[in-house]
Structure formats: C-alpha cells, structure tokens
C-alpha cells in the first residue's frame, strides 16, 4: 500500500505545474466507446484510476495505446458489452461506460461501481434516468443487464445535480436521434470538458455548465484530438500546502474561474492569491486565520473534494472555523486522523468544528480516502517533526507525482512502497 514520509515545517517556494482533471479524463475515456472513431486524449494524468479505465476500455476491445500523458483509445470494434464485476469495482467511474456502451451497443451488462467509502454512493438516479431514455433494466445475483433498441430521448429532471448521472444521461442519449433535455443537471467543469470534447468529435450538445442542457443525439462521430483541463482539485491541493507552511507559491496550468469557491476561504484566512491566464501566485502569512464557515455544495458551490483538505488547513487557522459536508454521508474519516496529529477537532452529524492549533505533531497516519490522504500530506507539511502516511494507494488515484512535484518547491517529503 506504500506511505509517505513527510518532515514538516518545510518553507515551500517556485512552481508547481497542475496535472489534467482525474474527473475530466475518467469520463472522456469512457465516452470514446461512444464515438467509436480514433481519438487521441492530451493531458490525461497518470493515475490508478486511469489505468482502470484502460483496462476496462482494453476488456471491451478497444485499442489502446498510451505515450506519458497521452492515450490513443479505438473503439471502433467492440467485442464486450460486459464490464466485470471486480473491474467495475476498481473505481466509481466504471458507471459511466453504461451511458457509453448503450450508445454504441444499446446493451450493457455492469454491476454497482466502487469508489472511495465517503458515502452509500447509490446509483438510483442513474438507473430511474436510464429507464426513462428507455433503457430496459434487471438486476439479478448483482449483476445489472440493460439493453436499449433505440434511446426514446425527452425530459429528465434529477432530484438532485448528480455528476456521473448527468455523464451518462449525456452519454446515452448523444447518439440517439433524439433530443434529451437534462433539467437540474450538475454544473462542474468536468461536465463542460466532456460535453466539449464529445462536440469536438460531432456531438451536438448545449447547456453543458448550466442546470439544463440540451443533447441532439446524432448518428455519426469523427476522430478527435482533445485536452483534459486542469484539475481544479489538485490545484487547491498545492495551494493548501502553500498556505500552511507560510510560503508563497506560483500554481501553474490553474483555470481561476473553476477555483473561485475556494480562493474567499484561502483569502478569509490571511492568503493573498493572484491570477495570470492560467497561471496563480499564493502568497500565506505566518500564521493563518480561521475562515469560519465552509458548506459543501454542487458547483459552483465548494467542492466538496476540497472539504478534507480545507480542514487540513483550518487545523493550524487561529480561531473557529465551521465545515459542514452536505454531498457525501460518510466523508470525515480524516477527522481521526489528524486528532493523531493534535487537531481540536468535533463532529457531529454532517458539521465539524475546528479550532485551529498552533502546531500539528507529525504522527503514523491512515489515508481513508483519495482526497483525505492528500489533507494527511498537507497537515504533515506543517506539522512538527515527522508525519508518515500509510495506504497511499488511495492518493495514487487522484494525484500524478505527488511527492516529485511537493520536493520540487522545497517539501521534505519520499515515498516508500512496500515490496
Ligand atoms: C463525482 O462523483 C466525483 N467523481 C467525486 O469526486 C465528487 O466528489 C462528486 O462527483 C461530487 O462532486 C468522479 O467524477 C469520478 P454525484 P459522483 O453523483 O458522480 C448521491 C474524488 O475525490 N447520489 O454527484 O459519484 C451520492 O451518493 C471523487 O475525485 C445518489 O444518491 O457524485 C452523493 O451523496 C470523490 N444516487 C451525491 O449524490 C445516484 O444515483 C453526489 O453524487 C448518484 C448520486
């Protein structure tokens, strides 16, 4: 499972350039199998989670060939509608191939997704959208058989903005035929680099970014060359580290405006941030203040996937500071964590209050989750002494380099994988 080793109360300085968005390239992969023509993706990270969607792209048949950060996927001649129970449990996004695979098959065998333990992660919503576009579904011993002549298209309104439900709404329905309107559908960037990049092989899709969006299903797609955008995630991730070890920091390859939610609390605590194109300069006092309240809420809300890595953050912030996670049920395993650190840290239900401390003490941690192993490394930049990081298979999901690139701008942090 491998750890990291971290000594804190490290100065950090220079630049660090941000990897492509997990949450972009993991659909996109996926919506290849839909087009069905060559397509070259850019900027796609290295990361576990990609390397699962190869896998399951290869199990499909497709043809895949990847160079670094560039993937090659044909899905021009699919041999599989069946995606294996274990490969579906790899990663949460494994359910976004249903969406794909009806649309270039009309059938798809699956089974429930895995995921990080943040929550239930139901996938009702996919399911109840799926049967409306059409789609016929039994699920039996676990696995879920759906099959589709012709997606009937029409109006789905979410109960509530679900990003991988509003992905395969797009991806079943993008070649159609039809029109299918989502009504309430998620907002997040990665929802726009998607419908973006099925546009830029012929799809003819609007909306996307807003609460509707609107899909013309047609018949036939081209190649297409396309770049993930930055991941926003991992861009206030190095930001956070920057704010907590008193450093200024210049963030390269940021889009501002999908980070904005974050900067007030960055700024509430005592960080003055610049921005430059794609490019963001982090400057953090001595000690930080504490930024009061956070709520997570769907974009353009606070990100919920920053929420662990904020309170890392709040831990060494004078004063209260308030987080309440309202997406996922399950999602403050972190807060045990860093009270091995020596956080002042209380939870009750969905809120947890914070009162920030001088110092953290370095500590043997557990990451629980892809996004709480990464706060574990940003308390550790901070903390006094040495802070070792254990199952950073998690982090492996969701950050390319972690540890390269947090040396580079002066954190004392290795890696060591156990053989
Ligand atoms: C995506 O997960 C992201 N993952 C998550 O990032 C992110 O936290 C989440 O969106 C919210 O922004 C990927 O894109 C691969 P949802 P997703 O459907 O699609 C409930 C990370 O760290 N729900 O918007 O699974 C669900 O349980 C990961 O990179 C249902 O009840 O999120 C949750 O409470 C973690 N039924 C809420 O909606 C459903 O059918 C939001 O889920 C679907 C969702």
């Known amino acids: 499972m491998g750890q990291y080793i971290i000594e804190g109360c490290n100065r950090l300085g220079g630049t660090v350039k941000t990897q492509g968005a997990k949450n972009s390239a993991l659909p996109i992969l996926a919506a290849t199998v839909a087009v069905g023509k060559p397509c070259v993706i850019h900027n796609c990270p290295q990361l576990s989670d990609i390397d699962s969607t190869i896998r399951i792209l290869r199990c499909l048949g497709c043809k895949v060939q990847r160079a670094d950060e560039m993937v090659f996927v044909d899905a021009g ?37 895995g995921g990080c333990d943040i929550g239930l992660r139901p996938i009702d919503i996919h399911l109840t959208s799926m049967r409306k ?74 909306g996307a970014g807003e609460s509707t969006v609107v899909i013309e299903g047609v018949e036939r797609f081209n190649s297409s060359q396309y770049a993930i955008m930055p991941d926003r995630i991992v861009a206030c991730t190095y930001m ?130 892809l996004r709480a192993g990464a706060a574990l490394v940003v308390a550790g930049l901070c903390a006094e002494g040495t802070t070792t990081v254990e199952k950073i298979s998690y982090i492996d999901r969701g950050y390319a380099a972690f540890a390269e690139n947090l040396s580079a701008i002066g954190a004392v942090i290795r890696r060591k994988d156990n053989l």
């Open 77 to 113: 001649n699919l041999s599989q509608r069946k995606i294996s129970d274990v490969l579906m449990r790899e990663m949460r996004s494994s359910i976004i191939f249903l969406g794909a695979l009806l649309s270039a098959t009309g059938e798809a065998v699956i089974s429930a997704p």
């Open 240 to 369: 956070a580290a920057a704010a907590v070890t008193g450093s200024t920091v210049v963030v390269d390859e940021v889009i501002p405006s999908h980070i904005t939610p974050v900067f007030s609390a960055f700024e509430q605590a005592g960080c003055r941030i610049e921005t430059s194109g794609k490019q963001l300069r982090i400057t953090s006092p001595e000690r930080l203040k504490a930024f009061e309240r956070i709520q997570t809420m769907p974009y353009p809300g606070f990100p919920t996937d920053c929420q662990a890595i904020m309170m890392a953050v709040a831990s060494v912030s004078k004063g209260i500071t308030i987080i309440s996670e309202n997406i996922f049920e399950n999602r403050f395993k972190h807060i045990g964590e860093l009270r091995r650190m020596g956080a002042d840290i209380k939870a009750q239900d969905k809120i947890a209050v914070v009162n920030g401390v001088e110092h953290l003490q370095g500590a043997f941690v557990n990451s629980t989750d």
């Open 133 to 206: 576009l059409g789609v016929h579904i039994s699920e039996s011993h676990g696995e879920i058989r759906c099959t589709c002549r012709r997606i009937k298209g029409g109006k789905i309104v979410l109960p509530f903005p679900s990003v991988g439900a509003t992905e395969n709404i797009i991806l079943a329905s993008v070649k159609s035929g039809t029109v299918t309107t989502i009504i309430n559908a998620a907002r997040e960037p990665e929802i726009v680099d998607l419908a973006m990049f099925l546009n830029s092989c012929g799809a003819r899709i609007s």
